[in-house]
């Protein structure tokens, strides 16, 4: 069993910056994909970010991309999602997620994730 907790969101003028931070229970943090999810108000869910067990590899929504950072210390159970120049439509609530498998492709955004945190909103004003 693992427990994810979000933190740091908040309300940022656009332009501005917010890093998320996603604290994990349990001993085998590392043994877990990593993801970051939104939903905008009356929108689906949508993919933002993944990083891999060891966060050597990190995949990123196209909307995302060259302004969010997804990292993770696995020493602290913790990974982190570094969102720059935000703009309004990155207002949101916002998920991290864990997934033990992520498939031979590894599909951050479509393979099913094992736990979810309950989420932070992040709302940008322009």
């Known amino acids: 069993q693992v427990q994810l907790v979000e933190s740091g969101g908040g309300l940022v003028q656009a332009g501005g910056s917010l890093r998320l931070s996603c604290a994990a229970s349990g001993r085998t943090f590392s043994s877990y994909y990593m993801g970051w999810f939104r939903q905008p108000p009356g929108k689906e869910r949508e993919f933002v970010a993944g990083?891999?067990?060891?966060?050597?590899?990190?995949n990123y929504g196209d909307s995302v991309k060259g302004r969010f950072t997804v990292s993770r210390d696995n020493a602290k159970n913790t990974v982190y999602l570094q969102m720059n120049n935000l703009k309004p439509e990155d207002t949101a609530v916002y998920y991290c997620?864990?997934?033990?498998?992520?498939?031979?492709?590894?599909?951050?955004?479509?393979?099913?994730?094992?736990?979810w945190g309950q989420g932070t909103q992040v709302t940008v004003s322009s």
């Open positions: 997620a864990a997934a033990w498998d992520i498939g031979y492709f590894s599909d951050y955004a479509n393979s099913p994730y094992d736990y």
């Open positions: 990083i891999s067990k060891s966060g050597g590899t990190a």
